[in-house]
Every structure is written in structure tokens, then in C-alpha cells.
């Protein structure tokens, strides 16, 4: 497989793994969301601070927004 061609395919996965994670998180998808996020993950917000599984509580909730959009992805 030439250079041009494994990055392509690379490009193809990786973009699709940041539509799951977006999706995941809009469909308060907590299971696919872990798939995501290493053992010792954390989040902070202004505020809050969440390990991940609170944060993944947390994403299992419904969601406050609707609509989750990708704007100006660079992968």
C-alpha cells in the first residue's frame, strides 16, 4: 500500500471516530462515549470537575443542547 493511499484511509478513519464522538455525546450515548476516554480521564468545566465515570454519568444524561454540530475540523 503506497504512502498516499494509508493516508488516505487514515484521514477516513479518523474523521468517522470524531463523528462517533460528537454523535455519542449528542445521543447521550455513554457506553459508545467510553470507547473514547482513557481509565484515568478527567474533564474540567468552569466549575466542575468530573473522572470519567462521573463524566460518563454525566453523558448518559439527556443532553441540554440538540443540533451537536462539527464546524472547522482539521484532522
Same mark, same amino acid.
Given at each position: 500500500? @503506497?504512502?498516499?493511499?494509508?493516508?488516505? %484511509?487514515?484521514?477516513?478513519?479518523?474523521? #468517522?471516530?470524531?463523528?462517533?464522538? @460528537?454523535?455519542?455525546? #449528542?445521543?447521550?450515548?455513554?457506553? =459508545?462515549?467510553?470507547?473514547?476516554?482513557?481509565?484515568?480521564?478527567? +474533564?474540567?468545566? $468552569?466549575? +466542575?470537575? &468530573? @473522572? &470519567?465515570? !462521573?463524566?460518563? !454519568?454525566?453523558?448518559?444524561?439527556? &443532553? $441540554?443542547?440538540?443540533?451537536?454540530?462539527? =464546524? %472547522? +475540523?482539521?484532522?
Amino acid at each position: 500500500m @503506497n504512502d498516499t493511499k494509508q493516508s488516505t %484511509e487514515d484521514l477516513a478513519i479518523l474523521e #468517522q471516530l470524531n463523528l462517533d464522538y @460528537n454523535n455519542a455525546d #449528542q445521543a447521550s450515548d455513554a457506553k =459508545r462515549f467510553s470507547d473514547f476516554v482513557a481509565d484515568d480521564f478527567i +474533564v474540567q468545566t $468552569p466549575g +466542575v470537575t &468530573r @473522572n &470519567r465515570d !462521573e463524566y460518563l !454519568e454525566y453523558i448518559a444524561k439527556p &443532553r $441540554p443542547f440538540k443540533d451537536l454540530a462539527l =464546524r %472547522e +475540523v482539521k484532522i
